[in-house]
């Protein structure tokens, strides 16, 4: 496995990582740890890590372990886990198997601030900002205010359509994935966010806007321009 980072370079990380046994007892603990979890990493240590999280996601966090045991590389998994002065803090976490498969390895980030978005990067031009765009089906197509439509695949239609569904509040990956028809757990999140990266490149090269869809840090997308459904 490689070796980590310094202890001075490890101690201005903003994510803890983690190493955990097969039986998920903590086997070290550095970074943010402590501001994540609450408990000094010390107190952690030789203690399993489903004593830590929520009632109700220990079902689906041990589901979650099956599939990294078995070799499956876990991005943007969350869960609750109880601080020691019993606040709940949500945590994103991203695990796999170490190189020679005996532990467990993990970051985990806090991402109990749903509401950081990223800012616009650019503003629409002028006479577009309160004009709606039109997702349509048949066939599918974009068309932003004032453009000829713009032909879409039936993914990029999903995803839009999932997104202007979520009325201007911010909609999960998973609910993006679950609108492909995809197992939100099998699912490579590289992929949406390859789709994402696409779908912005096709609005810009077909007519010099920017695609209103902003990302939500942690957790998926929000629209901040309407988007009317045709169909």
Request: one cysteine or more; hydrophobic letters at 40%; proline letters at 6%.
């Amino acid at each position: 496995m490689a070796k980590l980072p310094p202890a001075e370079v490890l101690d201005l990380l903003l994510d803890a990582i983690c190493v955990v046994d097969h039986d998920g007892r903590f086997l070290s603990i550095t970074g943010a740890g402590e501001s994540i979890f609450g408990y000094k990493p010390e107190e952690m240590l030789g203690r399993r890590m489903i004593e830590f999280v929520h009632p109700d996601d220990r079902a689906r966090t041990l589901q979650a372990v099956e599939r990294i045991e078995a070799g499956y590389l876990q991005r943007y998994f969350e869960n609750r886990y109880v601080r020691k002065d019993g606040s709940v803090v949500r945590i994103m976490w991203s695990a796999r198997l170490s190189d020679d498969k005996a532990r467990r390895v993990a970051v985990a980030r806090d991402i109990s601030a749903r509401d950081d978005v990223l800012p616009d990067e650019r503003l629409q031009p002028a006479g577009t900002a309160g004009e709606a765009w039109r997702l349509s089906s048949a066939p599918p197509s974009l068309t932003p205010p004032g453009f000829a439509p713009i032909p879409l695949s039936g993914q990029d239609y999903r995803v839009l359509r999932a997104l202007a569904n979520g009325t201007g509040e911010c909609v999960t990956r998973k609910a993006i994935v679950q609108a492909l028809g995809e197992n939100f757990l099998d699912y490579d999140q590289r992929r949406l966010d390859t789709q994402m990266r696409r779908l912005r490149r096709k609005v810009e090269q077909a007519c010099g806007l920017e695609l209103p869809v902003s990302t939500v840090r942690s957790q998926g997308f929000k629209v901040y321009r309407k988007i009317e459904v045709a169909d």
